[in-house]
Every structure is written in C-alpha cells, then in structure tokens.
C-alpha cells in the first residue's frame, strides 16, 4: 500500500501550523492531531465520543469496527482539543456529529469529506508527498511507535487490533527506510 505514514518531524509541523485565520483547517488539524494523541484512534471512534466516556483520567471506549473495549489515558493535549469544540448541551465529546443527525452515516461521511479536504491542504502546506488524511494519523503513531522500538504487541493493543498479525500487515506497507538502512550496510560490506 502507498505509504501514509508521517515522520514525527512532519507531526510537529502540523502541531505548529497557524490557522487562526482558516478555522476549517484548524478544525481539521485538531481533529488529526487528536487521533494522533488517542494512539490513532479512528474518526468514527471519535464521532462517538460521549463526554460520560471519559472519567478518572481515562477515556474508555468500544471500537466500532471490532467491538474491542480500549481505554487511552487523557492528556492535556487532549483536554485543550475537546475545550476548544465543547458544546455544553451535547453529550458528545467532540462536534462531528450533531445530535439532533436524523441520519448519523451521512453526517458522519460528510464531517470525514471535509476534514479530509482541508487535510489535503495541510499536507500540500508541510510538502508531504501523499494526500494527508486522517487515516494517516493511525499509520503516523504506529509507525512513530515502531521506530521507538516499541513492541508490536503493544503496537497492536494500543491500535485496538484483534492480533499482532493485523499489526505486522499494518506495520510492513508503512516505513521501509530502516530495512533500506540495513540492506545499505549489508552492500557496503562487499566493497
């Protein structure tokens, strides 16, 4: 798959992008950054964020596609995010869904089209060679986990992932620069 993952340099170029004057790119910049922040946490994860959710420092939470219970620890980059888009009358955490939505999948799906596009934007602003999307957030911690040598068991438990084998697909079609580093090695020994 094309690489989606973003170097933690590119991460900190985003982080430090001002959009005072574009509040749709801030929108989408805050909402990345906060996927980021939650281990990668997925859009629709975050859509169905309710403020009961987070209690004790934790937020806790089902992911929608597996069903799996994951708690993420709550930072104060996290807190800044959800102050920032609070709406004391919705027991959401974020607004992405309004919660009047007759219908929640095309809310849902036009929110992800939006941030999507002014993501494409930020990217073209950073020089990222691919379209920056949220997804890329998810590829970016696990990537960035990875060159930190962080085991892929906890890779894998930190993502929400049922096996260490979803991981290890996920993981091999992101960065190959440390492969390419050790082939390099490898081929200046033979001179």
């Known amino acids: ?88 009358t919705s027991p959401y955490l974020l607004p992405l869904i309004s919660p009047g939505s007759k219908n929640t999948r095309v809310a849902y799906r036009n929110v992800a089209y939006r941030i999507n596009r002014s993501l494409k934007i930020i990217g073209a602003m950073i020089g990222y060679g691919s379209p920056l999307t949220l997804y890329c957030a998810r590829h970016s911690w696990a990537s960035i986990a990875q060159a930190k040598n962080i085991p892929v068991s906890v890779i894998s438990a930190g993502m929400g992932h049922n096996s260490e084998k979803t991981t290890r697909i996920y993981l091999a079609s992101l960065d190959t620069s440390t492969v390419d580093r050790a082939n390099s090695i490898i081929l200046k020994a033979l001179r």
């Open 1 to 88: 798959t094309r690489k989606r993952a973003l170097t933690l340099t590119d991460i900190r170029r985003i982080l430090r992008l001002d959009f005072r004057s574009s509040p749709s790119l801030d929108y989408a910049r805050d909402m990345f950054m906060l996927s980021f922040y939650m281990r990668g946490m997925s859009l629709i994860d975050m859509a169905h964020l309710k403020k009961a959710d987070l209690e004790d420092g934790h937020i806790t939470y089902r992911r929608r596609k597996t069903g799996q219970c994951l708690c993420v620890a709550w930072t104060q980059e996290m807190q800044y995010i959800s102050d920032k888009y609070n709406l004391a």
